[in-house]
């Protein structure tokens, strides 16, 4: 139970690691077209960023309770 738990939030973390790579390599580039996109995106990174880290602390507490 507890690898089927790292196991998904292993496959969480990639997805969102990706995502968030997508948000951030657009606001990069230069392709935001509009002060809205702008606003929008860097949200959707700050929003990642935060899952992605309740994720990570989760799997340290599932770690810590396995050994």
């Not at 997508?22 to 899952?51: C, H, K, P």
Request: hydrophobic share 45%.
């Amino acid at each position: 139970m507890v690898m089927d738990a790292l196991v998904l939030a292993e496959y969480l973390l990639k997805d969102i690691r990706q995502r968030k790579q997508d948000f951030a390599d657009s606001l990069v580039n230069g392709s935001i077209d509009s002060i809205e996109n702008y606003r929008f995106t860097v949200g959707q990174v700050r929003g990642m960023t935060y899952v992605e880290e309740l994720i990570k602390a989760a799997m340290k507490g599932i770690e810590l309770e396995n050994d």
